[in-house]
């Protein structure tokens, strides 16, 4: 369990002011027993207790506390989430259930910050990996852990191409032209192959091989846009232990990738139609449950309030946010969506927000 966080305090608020309370918490209940979350949850109380004794008032500390621990007894354990965030203060009471992972957190503060939880989010490094060489086509994938094997065609595979030949010219056939036909129908078959794991991986696509190969695969593929990065060398009947060693130097540019897998999603998700952008268009799609993935900067608070915002009357409502930009990610996190903070500029092109949503934006 990671310390306690605290938000800063003035020195009317070590007596006076009612804390905010977070925890964010793993859940899978369908994973993990639920005396296994209890428990965790019980050590998260003591340690907040602990905390509020110190800084808070008894009886605010009471409060707090029974709010805290009738909230934790009240969880849904037939949802089955990934992760839970818990906000508790005297006025507010609020469970968010969320498919993504989080690393353990606690937080007490004057305040509710919301983006604690996409910073609490686990470093998920996964990639998938098409290996080109002369004789086979391989996808893999990596877990941020290991590599395992998804797919994989062999040099036999390129028989059953055969009635893709050109016709013949006389009695003759161009060397030049079965040989491309070969492979080019060879190579369609991986873009094919990598395109249906795609839509169960949607993850960004690390290619290897010759230099040849490569720029021949990147002329017909279907998938460019999820391929950021492009590894040169012939590596033939390699294991992918040895897969992942070649890999390594350049997973440690994870942040680029990231970003730059970021922005080909958003361009790919524009041409279909699913993009939103501008904090008036993405807050009203997330009010429809319409995200898959929200993208802001990190810095980004628009100086509006929304119609319609429940900003104003947070407390009465239950929300956490304090601005439209949290009451966005609040939304999309609660409808079972993802959200990524950016640094700041890298959306400027999309007025520092963008939504991709799961279908059609109307």
Not at 206 to 222: D, Q
Not at 256 to 274: G, P, T, V, W
């Amino acid at each position: 369990m990671q310390t306690i966080k605290n938000h800063p305090l003035d020195k009317k608020s070590l007596t006076a002011s009612a804390p905010a309370v977070s925890i964010l918490m793993p859940f899978e209940p369908h994973m993990t027993s639920k005396e296994t979350v209890a428990a965790r949850m019980r050590k998260a109380i003591g340690l907040i207790g602990n905390e509020l004794r110190i800084r808070y008032h008894y009886r605010t500390s009471d409060l707090i506390l029974a709010k805290l621990k009738k909230v934790i007894t009240e969880l849904d354990y037939n949802k089955l989430k990934k992760s839970v965030a818990i906000y508790v203060s005297s006025l507010v009471e609020r469970v968010i259930y969320m498919d993504i992972p989080l690393n353990e957190k606690i937080s007490i503060g004057e305040y509710f910050d919301i983006r604690e939880i996409i910073r609490a989010k686990k470093d998920s490094r996964e990639i998938l990996i098409l290996k080109l060489d002369g004789h086979h086509t391989t996808i893999l994938r990596y877990d941020g852990r290991s590599v395992c094997t998804m797919n994989k065609n062999t040099a036999v595979d390129i028989a059953s191409f055969e009635k893709g030949l050109p016709e013949k010219v006389g009695n003759f056939w161009d060397a030049n032209d079965i040989r491309g036909v070969h492979l080019d129908n060879f190579l369609r078959s991986a873009d094919k192959s990598l395109r249906q794991l795609l839509k169960d991986y949607p993850l960004p696509v690390f290619l290897m091989g010759s230099p040849r190969l490569a720029e021949h695969f990147m002329a017909l593929t279907s998938c460019s846009k999820n391929i950021v990065k492009i590894v040169h060398g012939d590596h033939p009947d390699i294991s992918p232990k040895e897969v992942l060693e070649i890999l390594a130097p350049h997973l440690m540019e994870w942040q680029s990738i990231r970003m730059r897998d970021l922005l080909n999603q958003i361009e790919d998700a524009a041409d279909f139609n699913k993009l939103g952008v501008g904090i008036r268009e993405v807050w009203k799609q997330a009010g429809h449950h319409n995200a898959r993935l929200l993208i802001v900067e990190e810095h980004f608070v628009p100086a509006i309030i929304l119609p319609n915002s429940r900003i104003d009357e947070r407390f009465a409502e239950g929300t956490v946010a304090r601005n439209a930009v949290d009451e966005t990610i609040e939304m999309v996190l609660a409808a079972g969506g993802d959200v990524e903070i950016v640094p700041d500029g890298k959306l400027a092109g999309y007025h520092h927000i963008a939504l991709i949503g799961r279908h059609a934006i109307k």
